[in-house]
Structures are given as structure tokens and as C-alpha cells.
């Protein structure tokens, strides 16, 4: 085998007391992949940060192309031809497309901005990856999946020869994850070492040549891509999972009471009048394709998006467009987007947990500082979130705990009804099964759930009914004893204006089912 392109021998990391890498060595060699594998929370995404500057190892040496080096900043990092994309987007929404890709490399001619070579530039890079958006289109106004594949865009322009991918699929749809794998074949081809990392493993031995397995900052082995998926989750978790989806789809009791009802909803956007009930103890998925405006639903539902029509819980009609209503009469959203819309990044584990019910558990119009702190660190323990303790900030937790902290915090708050926006995005299989649980016990316990995923297996395995959406439309609700991948197909393209749209939509859903069979 050639020369590694990048390597990390015996790297150590430590924030204050906790010690997150220990004694970690991971080669990268030109033409291949390393995967990294690890539950959230195992030091894989402070490893990528050391490989492109961001931190610094306590202890340990960086080597490239033979070299040993130093790499104080990212700017380093990529001087040197390390280009990362991170899990949680790097872009600034109100800037163009063209602007985020060549965001700190601007062309000038004449000192001045060349804006005919910065969209050549971005026309350049998005056609690697078989994306075609105006350069000059504002990145705010898109959804997080094209916002995704701008970062890859981006990443790409800089020609690196040692790529970073941290889960750079999480928030894309089958045809799109393809188009960027073939993207990675070419750059593979080229002599380009990559660093991949992802939850879903079957994209693992699409992409990688080898893993290595992560738990608890340390190394546990390295594997060929190949390896099973049983055997890569053993390693990963330290133990064997019996079940994907320990929740068990039933058919509603008749005299189920009904939590929430939805009638006539529409928003300013896609959603056109969408009507359907949710009963108590039940799991309604939200099936569709990207775009089809499940995440406009939820969020109208919620009172973060305008709407008309009317929404009643508990057979209490909410007010239109207000956030507080909802939360005080027992509605929980975990968003799509976790970082800018669930979360304070920058306060700590605590307060994340106890804003919806600050006002309900104030004593005299104070906060009830130390229940607040109790009721956190007794769901936090509950929800096994990795943390050093429940002052350490949002910020500094790994992407599939900072999702535990959104749910505890509507755990804390009792909600009668979770919107569960595509929750196990970003998150380990063995977090998966443990949100799945959090499921069952909402269930369990007399409360409902409205899941938007955009897995059908992860919908067929957890739902009690299923309704799809297509075009902002509800084209069709399913039983879940009825309910197959080919069924939800024809109901997410049924609204398609024409033969040849319905057959690249219905080509696109075959792909993600043969990719995630």
C-alpha cells in the first residue's frame, strides 16, 4: 500500500477533565476511504476537527505526505490541500450560492470582486456533482438538503487531495447521496484520500475501503468496509442490538380519544389544505419526498409556520401562528433542523432542557434554578446523553446528543403530542433504538406522535398509519399492516403534473429503497 496522505499517530485530546481521544492512530492513503465509526459521542467528530485544524492535539503528531506538521487553523489545514464538510453546514444564508463557494477565495480582478469568474467558479464545482442552481440564488431560501450539497460543492472547489466528509448524506435523498458517491469514485480515481463518516451503514461499503471503530476515544479496531452490519454495530456499541424498532405497529382501538385534530391547514407555501387526526397511544408517520411539505405541516402545527385552517388538541382549538400556545397546551416539535431551530448552542445542557417550562415551574415569578437543574440531570441520565455534566454548553456535545437534548426537554415539559421532524438525522444506530424506545414510552403513556422521516424503513417500522404527502397534498393514508415501500411510492408521485415527472419521481424512490434494503 502507498504512502498515507494523512496521518495521526497517537493523538490525545482532553476539554478540561474529560479526556475525549486517547492515544488514536488513523491513516489515510491517496485512492481510499477511511471510514470513521463510533456512537455519538465516541471522538469522531473532534478527530476530523484535528485532522483540519480546528483543534490542536494535546499530544501526538499530524503527518502529511510524510511530513511532520502543525495545523493552527483550518486555513493551515487547507493550505495543505485538507478541505472538510462538516455535519453541521458551514455557510452564511444570506450570501448567494456562488458567494458560499468561494466564501474567503474570491476572485478579484482590479481589486475588486470578478462576479463572472465567481459563478464560472460555482457553476464549475456544483457540476461535479450533477447540481444545477443559479449561482446567484440566495442560500437562505433553500431547504437543508441543497444547502448540504452547496458544502460539497464548496469543499470541492478547493481541489484537496485529502477530503473530509462528516456525514455529508444526512440531510440528502437517495439520488442525490448517489450522485455524490459517484462524485467520491472520480475523486478515489484521481489519487484524492477521504475520510467518510455516517450513520447509515450500508453506505459504508458503497464508499469505504476501511473502518475504523471508534468507542469512548479510543480505537476498538479497523475493519474492511465490507465487514457485516451486525458485526460493525457490535463493535461500534460493545453489545448486540435484538431489535431495530422495539415498537411494534398496532391498529387504533376504536374508542381511542382523539389528541389532535388538523383540519384545512394550508400555509403561505406548499401545504394545501391538509386534514387528518391523531389518536391517543398512536404513531401517525409522514411519508413523501423531499418537498412534498411535511416539514411546513409540523412546523404549522406547531405555531412556527403561518397558517389558515385549524388545529385542536385535546379538543381545545390552538391560535393560529404562536409557539408558546402550542408548548403550553402540550404540543413538543423536535425540529429538522436541530442546531438553528431546537437549540441555544451556546447555554448549556440545563437551560436547553427547561426553556418550555420555565414559566410552569417558577416559584414567586423566580426560576426554579435548582429544579430545573434536578429535572435535567434526571433526564439526561434517563436518555444515557454523553456530557461531562449539565453545565457543559449545547455546543460541545456531539450532533446525536444535542438531538437527546431537545427530546428531554419535551419530556421534562409532559407534551401530550411529539412532532418528530426527522429525529434520528445525524444519529448512531444504537441512539436510533434508544430515540425509537423514547417513542414507545410517549405511546405507552397516553400521548401520540406525528413522525416525519424521510427512511421508509424507519416510518414503516415505527408508524401506526402512515399518510403521504406529495406537492403539499395529503394524497393518501395507509395502515401499517398494509403499508409497503411500493404502496407509499405511488402515493408520494400522485400528484405529479406529469408521465415523465411521476417517472423520475418514482426512479428516485427506487434508488433510496434499493440503497436502504
Known sequence: MSEPLLRLVNVCKAFGPVRVIEDVSVDVHPGRVTVLLGENGAGKSTLIKMMSGIYQPDAGEIHVAGEKVSLPDVKAAERLGIATIHQELNLVPTMSVAQNISLGREPRRFGVVDRKELARTAREAMA????NLDPAANLGEMGVARQQLVEVAKALSLDARILILDEPTAALTGAESAALFAVMDELKARGVGMVFISHHLDELARVGDTVVVLRDGHVVTEVPASTSEDELIR??????????????????????????????????????DASFSVHRG?????????????????????????????????GEELPANDVGAAVRAGIGHVPEDRKHQGLVLDAPVKHNIGYATLGRTAKAGLVDRAGQRRRAQDVAQKLRVRMRD???????????????????????????????????????????????????????????????SSELPEVLGMSDRILVMSEGRITGELEAQEATEDAVMALAVSNSHSDASAERAIDTLERETRERA
Open 282 to 314: 398512536e404513531v401517525v408517520g409522514l411519508a413523501g419526498l423531499v418537498g412534498a411539505g411535511r416539514t411546513e405541516l409540523v412546523r404549522a402545527i406547531a405555531g412556527a409556520e403561518k397558517r389558515t385552517g385549524s388545529v385542536t388538541l385535546c
Open 390 to 452: 449539565v453545565d457543559q454548553h449545547v455546543r460541545d456535545l456531539s450532533g446525536g446528543n444535542q438531538q437527546k437534548v431537545v427530546f428531554a426537554r419535551w419530556v421534562v415539559a409532559g407534551s401530550t403530542v411529539l412532532l418528530l421532524d426527522e429525529p434520528t438525522r445525524g444519529v448512531d444506530v444504537g441512539a436510533k433504538v434508544e430515540i425509537y424506545e423514547l417513542v414507545r414510552d410517549v405511546t405507552d403513556a397516553g400521548g401520540a406522535v406525528v413522525l416525519v
Open 128 to 131: 461535479r456533482i450533477g447540481m
Open 235 to 272: 463493535l461500534m456499541v460493545g453489545r448486540q442490538l435484538s431489535e431495530q424498532f422495539p415498537r411494534r405497529p398496532r391498529r387504533r382501538d376504536a374508542d381511542a380519544e382523539e389528541l389532535l385534530r388538523v383540519e384545512g391547514v394550508s400555509t403561505g407555501g406548499l401545504v394545501q
